[in-house]
């Protein structure tokens, strides 16, 4: 049985160009949400909102890099601006290279930690006053039982950002209930 959403609920997911992303954005939209689909390919962008488009689903293209303020901030603000308002937002997007302990450089490092941790931050921290005011909201961050657990397989980057990301879900649930509730998912390796 699917879900039904109701009316005009408003969704933007990130990292939703392709992959777990845009089966989320998929999903909520044929639930009958108008969804958001942030990435930072184009191309990827594109197919994504032409597919759901060709479905007969409202789909709006958000081209940004969730790891700069500024371009966070505007798609936000193009959001609201274009619908309204913002019931859900899922943080996913990412990136997981596989690098050895012994080869990350600082800069990967930051950038690893740039978007999978700070873009999470920053598009929550731009969502949460629309939700506040409206005094309802969902967000969902994608964490990864890497972060739970510690990666093996994966960079020692990305297992510490998605235990980061355990730990500002917490904090944030913590903060902004009952109006905004505030998950974590943190799925395993899944094919995408």
Sequence with gaps: MMTVLPDNTV???T????GIGFEIAQRLAYAGARVGIVDISEPDLGHSVGRLSESGCQALALNADVSDPAQVKAVVEQVLEFWGRIDI????????????VM????????RVLGIN????FLC???VIPSM??????KIINIASSAGQMGGIAVGLHYSASKAA???LTKSLARMFAPEIQVNAISPGTTES
């Design 11 to 13: 969704a933007v997911i």
């Design 103 to 110: 080869d990350i450089t600082s800069e990967e490092w930051d």
């Design 124 to 126: 929550c921290q731009a």
């Design 117 to 120: 941790l700070k873009g999470a």
């Design 89 to 100: 937002l899922v943080n996913n997007a990412g990136i997981c290279p596989m690098t050895a």
């Design 165 to 167: 990301i355990l730990g």
């Design 15 to 18: 990292g939703a160009g392709r």
């Design 132 to 137: 506040r005011s409206q005094h309802s909201g």
